[in-house]
């Protein structure tokens, strides 16, 4: 059997599950459907709403629910109350991992009003948001300006609090980093009910740092600046197919963005956006945008897609064309290529509605896609929810750029998922050690993509049922995100914790470092007030028992070394 090949496998029984499993879509279109459309008008109507206040309203309002969520922490009793956590349901969170921890006893705040966008300072090329503005709330509103945030992650669902308290990234990122790295300050009200501005330069520099991928276990955030930059009207966008084994498809999507002599930074050289789809072991295509003009886009001979209308086809299966049809290039208006895989869920949409990629149902309830991933989770139960642990993918691993490759042939071994998703992202030398960091050294001997002060990384997307599900044959889903945890821990990769993991506490720190978080936990005061990154993320209901043991060591830990006399 050659290295790629994938392992025999025993047939699997069907159960009830499956068989639910298969028909959900009836419950998908008749309720969750119609429910997620209503959602969304309602939501567009606030936003619009909002957007028709001054931004000097929207500071007061901002000031006086800042001021809500202060009070609100001066009542608890630390001794009586659960460790604090706010008070959105666990279903409404975008990520797939259960929320679980939100079953042991909590001490709640609501933090439902930050959903506003309070300034757009064009001086500064910042705009200041509150946690809850969404992409597609404020993409609405900066394109227009032709202004947008320097990340824009592309399910307008997502949030500004969960890209930067988790994980962002979008085709951009290999210029600006994760969503987190173009942040220029974040309000954080702390566990005393200090409200403090953290940046990279002032007193609470070591918060700055800290701050992203702890999942909130800081502290609240409740409004942040982020970098804005200039953009066109349209995205010029090249389809290019590739055909081949998997490290030659691998090569050629690190081709597509990153120049063979170092000259990184050079825009004449490097596009505005990547992202590269591989279909199956042996064909991809990459795509690489630059911003363009209304003028560049309407000259004759070009072509405009508006890929954002509801009867379009899929996008992913728009650019699969070009296997057929060779290179092409379109233009594509810069807020529907933001938002591309938006209706689709990337091809998500596929598994939950077999047919909705259909001409006769884009055409007749295209308008009615996507589904919200909130009611998606919410309509379905606990034996559900396991079998989709067990028999579905929904993993990013994010590695190294040299390692993509090794990355694709390790997925295409052991869980044989198709298509998967590939977008290449920065990963900074930072003056003090994140929870996720590149190489060390990797600056001494920089390979294709890395520059001085950053590693280049690439997100491998994996969503989808892998393939021996889609046979029939026994997959053993938790075993093989173990498997792909230890992978990533070897190679220097990284999980995001959206994700469902199988981490235990030991791995979860060889995968990320602990020393800044830990130190910002204790010196903020969140140790015993807010549950660690770890046990918020881990697997499994957290009963009251376990979560307080969990802080009560924490607590010892802490005590301890502020107990231990100086040198």
């Known amino acids: 059997m050659s290295d790629l090949q994938a392992p025999l496998r025993p047939k699997r029984k069907k159960i009830w599950v499956d068989y639910f499993v298969q028909f959900r879509w009836i419950i998908v279109i008749f309720v969750v459907l119609p429910i997620s459309f209503t959602l969304y008008f309602l939501t ?13 309203q929207r500071q007061k309002e901002h000031d006086e629910n800042v001021k809500k969520v202060v009070n609100r922490l001066k009542q608890r009793n630390s001794s009586k109350d659960g460790l604090v956590c706010t008070a959105r349901k666990p279903w409404i969170a975008v990520g797939m991992r259960n929320v679980d921890y939100k079953r042991a006893r909590h001490f709640e705040v609501d933090l439902s009003a930050f959903r506003n966008i309070l300034e757009i300072d064009t001086e500064r090329m910042v705009a200041r948001v509150e946690p809850l503005v969404n992409m597609g709330q404020i993409s609405r509103v900066t394109v227009p300006m032709n202004l947008s945030l320097a990340v824009v992650a592309e399910l307008d669902d997502l949030t500004v609090g969960g890209l930067i308290n988790g994980y962002g990234i979008e085709g951009s990122s290999h210029l600006f980093g994760l969503f987190s790295d173009t ?55 090249t389809y290019k197919p590739v055909k081949g084994n998997i490290k030659e498809l691998a090569q050629a999507y690190i081709d597509s963005f990153a120049p063979r002599d170092g000259d990184q930074d050079n825009p004449e050289k490097v596009p505005d956006f990547v992202e590269t789809m591989i279909y199956n072991s042996s064909e991809a295509v990459c795509m690489t945008g630059k911003y ?21 086809p899929w996008f992913y299966q728009h650019a699969q064309t070009a296997l057929k049809r060779g290179e092409f290039v379109e233009y594509i208006p810069t807020r529907e290529y933001y938002h591309r895989h938006t209706r689709c869920l990337y091809w998500e949409g596929k598994l939950i509605l077999p047919f909705a990629d259909q001409l006769w149902f884009r055409f007749l309830f295209g308008w009615l896609m996507p589904p919200k991933v909130s009611l998606l989770k919410a309509t379905q139960g606990e034996a559900i929810r396991n079998y989709y642990h067990e028999m579905h993918v929904i993993q990013d691993m994010l590695v190294p750029l040299y390692k993509v490759g090794d990355a694709l042939e390790w997925v295409h071994r052991e869980m044989e998922v198709y298509p998967i998703w590939l977008c290449p992202h920065r990963l900074y030398k930072l003056p003090v050690k994140t929870m996720v960091y590149p190489e060390p050294g990797f600056e001494l001997q920089p390979r294709q993509g890395d520059t001085q002060y950053a590693q280049m990384y690439t997100d491998v997307g994996v969503y989808y049922s892998p393939g021996p599900v889609l046979r029939g044959e026994v997959f053993d889903g938790s075993e093989a995100v173990r498997r792909m945890e230890s992978w990533l821990i070897e190679n220097h990769g990284f999980q995001p914790q959206y994700a469902v993991s199988e981490l235990n506490e030991k791995n979860f720190w060889r995968m990320f470092d602990a020393e800044l978080y830990e130190q910002c936990r204790k010196k903020y005061g969140a140790v015993g007030n807010f549950m660690s990154v770890y046990y918020k993320c881990k697997k499994g209901r ?6 307080q043991e969990a802080e009560q060591a924490h607590l010892e830990t802490a005590e301890a070394e502020v107990d231990q006399p100086e040198d």
């Open 44 to 56: 567009y109507l606030g936003d619009v709403k909002s957007e028709r206040k001054s931004f000097k």
């Open 183 to 237: 942040v220029v300050a974040y309000e954080i009200v702390l566990a005393d009910g200090r409200v403090v501005r953290a940046t990279k330069d002032n007193e609470f520099s070591d918060l700055f740092y800290s701050i992203p991928w702890s999942q909130g276990t800081l502290g609240l955030l409740v409004s942040a600046e982020i970098k804005l930059i200039h953009v066109k009207e349209y995205m010029r966008l």
């Open 292 to 312: 363009a003009s209304t003028e560049e886009a309407k000259k004759k001979g070009n072509k405009i897609n508006c890929v954002g209308w509801w009867f379009k």
């Open 542 to 547: 957290k009963t009251e028992k376990e979560v």
